[in-house]
């Protein structure tokens, strides 16, 4: 019989059939299985399933200690000694001697100089110097796992993990058959240690099949509706514990009720009864995690709370790093935040990207429960204005990377980063600022990312981002006229033509104020669009000449000369081939990098109007493949489109020989027509998830 029979049958254990094959398989072989993982994913459920089962297949006994709620003064071995049923007094006098030496402050009294969790860097092995004590207490337990074929379960090891890692070693010294499971947050870090780590349960399994964490919440709410059920484990990230909890709340709602608010952002504070306090809600479960770690990781797990995606080490530094807490302790703090399963590793270090060769840093993830539970100790404390700030400006720092990296040799390289960073970039963008410095912030990242909103195709992003923004920040400043331009930018290419020309003519009196002559040839540039979305190629030329002519200062910032040129060639097309052609030449030959492939498709493009229209299809075939998979190397949907629409143009004219259309024909990339044509998806590239 086990030792907690007493409380009654085990809840079914969802969706652990390979961390319960692993357990199984190692118990037979390894002194020592530790099953690591964040509170409430479930670590002691399936410990004691898995010992109920070999157990009862081989016979024996557990012997089970609850390490965090079950200890008194007598400390761990005392506490063993007890469940084995050897209350002997010399035992307990034995084993009260060790844990006054290796007792944690939060179970016993604490040792001088010692200090406080489990999340510094004190090796357990240290405490082997110590003199052997408790030597009879240890012997006798040692013979009665052997005559009872005990294993021994030190479940939540946490608040002892010291002592636990010591009292392993030495009874595994003196009785060296024996087995001994353990749980916690963090692993004991022993040689004779397996490792079975526990994740939260998957929500679904791809194609629309629900996972076991659907299948947990549905065995507490009955029939009901799967999308619902999806809903609620996707915001409660298939935490076991917060799916208990939250089943708990339909007794006084209902699953639609429960749905809207666990999807609603805000801390989830559910509650509902439990066998210990710690998991009566999220926030007491990680309150007890909390109270083991380090001042210093404390600091830095609350001010982590700010970052609502993955990120890497350096924007955790950038968010942690104050007075309290030195740049050199970030890291440290870290990595002991993943083994004691408050951080995850999303990525670990040592990969390389795979389009530069460098060398990639690991990246980490507060999941949301640590996440709401940090963000109420920074809200405490009064440090959330300070960490929110820093967080903006490390994202506006990262905005201008990427903007210098697209002009530099590989553009999808500041495509990796906007893409690594989305969650962050967007959180940065969205959230309200705090002052007028902290909107300009907000506002530069809006700037910076210029790129992305215009010419890898989230035109209607940006503009809205540009527009709530621009509101935020009233101050004539040449950031101010930069996001202007911008802004009539990208509704000049989203068609809202009388909105851009008035944009365009607010940034023409900044520029003008600032005297910025890069800002007056941007202008021009996107004037010579509005033209050729009106079918005025004349008046397109003329601008796109005069923005040609323009030598930039800035070449870190809008499309340049070298774009100007290229669309210049693509208005000369119907009208002069030699022209065009020389302007898609110049076009080239003033490019930042051989890797412009934004420039190189759209030349590419220009080529292909212009052999079409002078009657060579088959070049035009040619330059029109090239520009479509230079294009699908950045993106920008309603390019793709219309080079496609072309193509098949050209196909079927050199298929059946029939004569070229000319520049009527088929509409160029930006006058998408045709019945059943939706503008808005076609026009702005849409986000393919969150």
Request: with cysteine; glycine share 8%; hydrophobic share 45%.
């Amino acid at each position: 019989m086990t030792a907690w029979a007493e409380h009654g049958p085990l809840p079914g254990v969802v969706g652990r059939a390979v961390e319960h094959e692993q357990m199984s398989g190692l118990l037979g072989s390894a002194p020592l299985v530790t099953l690591t993982g964040g509170p409430g994913v479930g670590k002691s459920v399936l410990a004691r399933a898995v010992l109920d089962e070999h157990t009862a297949r081989r016979g024996g006994t557990v012997v089970r200690v609850a390490c965090w709620d079950g200890l008194t003064e007598g400390g761990l071995l005392d506490a063993l000694l007890r469940a084995a049923g050897l209350p002997d007094a010399a035992h307990r006098d034995t084993a009260r001697a060790l844990a006054h030496r290796t007792a944690h402050p939060c179970v016993s009294k604490p040792a001088r100089g010692r200090a406080a969790g489990p999340a510094d860097d004190r090796r357990p092995d240290s405490a082997t110097t110590a003199p052997p004590t408790g030597g009879a207490a240890l012997a006798a337990l040692g013979t009665y796992c052997r005559q009872q074929r005990a294993t021994v379960l030190l479940d939540d090891c946490d608040p002892v993990l010291d002592e636990c890692a010591l009292l392993v070693r030495r009874l595994l010294r003196a009785a060296p058959g024996l087995r001994i499971v353990a749980t916690a947050r963090h692993a004991l870090g022993l040689a004779e240690e397996r490792v079975v780590r526990i994740a939260p349960l998957p929500v679904t399994l791809g194609e629309g099949i629900a996972g076991p964490a659907v299948e947990l919440l549905a065995t507490r709410t009955g029939p009901a509706a799967p999308e619902l059920l999806v809903t609620v484990c996707q915001a409660l990230e298939g935490s076991p514990l917060a799916i208990a909890l939250a089943a708990h709340q339909l007794e006084r709602m209902s699953l639609p009720q429960l749905a809207a608010q666990v999807g609603a952002d805000g801390a989830l504070f559910y509650s509902g009864p439990a066998a210990t306090v710690r998991h009566t809600s999220l926030y007491a479960a990680h309150a007890a995690g909390y109270a083991l770690c380090s001042p210093t990781d404390r600091r830095v797990w609350a001010r982590l709370s700010v970052l609502p995606g993955d990120f890497d080490p350096w924007l955790a530094g950038c968010v942690c790093t104050s007075s309290d807490v030195p740049a050199g302790a970030v890291e440290g703090a870290l990595e002991r935040l993943r083994r004691a399963s408050v951080v995850e590793c999303v990525r670990d270090a040592g990969g390389v990207h795979e389009d530069t060769g460098a060398a990639l840093p690991p990246r980490y993830r507060l999941p949301r429960a640590a996440r709401d539970f940090g963000r109420t100790q920074l809200r405490e404390a009064g440090e959330e204005a300070a960490a929110l700030r820093r967080f903006r400006q490390a994202c506006a720092a990262l905005a201008a990377e990427a903007q210098i990296a697209w002009q530099g040799p590989n553009q999808q390289v500041a495509m990796r980063l906007v893409e690594d960073e989305q969650h962050n970039l967007d959180a940065a963008l969205t959230r309200p600022p705090q002052d007028a410095e902290d909107a300009l912030s907000a506002l530069e990242i809006a700037v910076s990312l210029w790129f992305h909103w215009a010419a890898c195709g989230f035109r209607h992003e940006g503009r809205a981002h540009l527009d709530r923004l621009l509101l935020l920040s009233r101050e004539d400043t040449a950031l101010r006229a930069r996001a202007l331009w911008l802004a009539g930018y990208l509704a000049a290419q989203e068609q809202a033509l009388t909105t851009a020309e008035e944009l365009l003519r607010q940034a023409w009196t900044a520029a003008v104020m600032h005297a910025d002559s890069d800002g007056l040839a941007r202008i021009a540039h996107v004037h010579g669009v509005l033209a050729l979305y009106r079918s005025d190629p004349a008046t397109a030329v003329r601008c796109l000449e005069e923005a040609t002519r323009h030598r930039s200062r800035d070449p870190w910032f809008g499309p340049g000369p070298a774009h100007s040129g290229a669309l210049l060639a693509i208005a000369l097309a119907p009208l002069d081939a030699e022209r065009a052609r020389g302007a898609a030449r110049s076009a080239w030959e003033e490019r930042h990098s051989d890797g412009d492939f934004w420039l190189y498709s759209t030349i590419l493009y220009a080529d292909a109007l212009t052999e079409r229209a002078h009657g060579e299809p088959a070049a035009a075939l040619r330059a029109c493949r090239k520009a479509l998979v230079a294009k699908k190397l950045v993106g920008d949907p309603l390019f793709i489109a219309g080079a496609r629409n072309m193509l098949a143009g050209l196909r079927r004219a050199v298929r059946d020989g029939r004569p070229v259309p000319g520049c009527d024909g088929d509409s160029p990339w930006w006058q998408r027509r045709g019945p059943g044509v939706r503008p808005q998806s076609f026009f702005s590239r849409l986000r393919a998830g969150p």
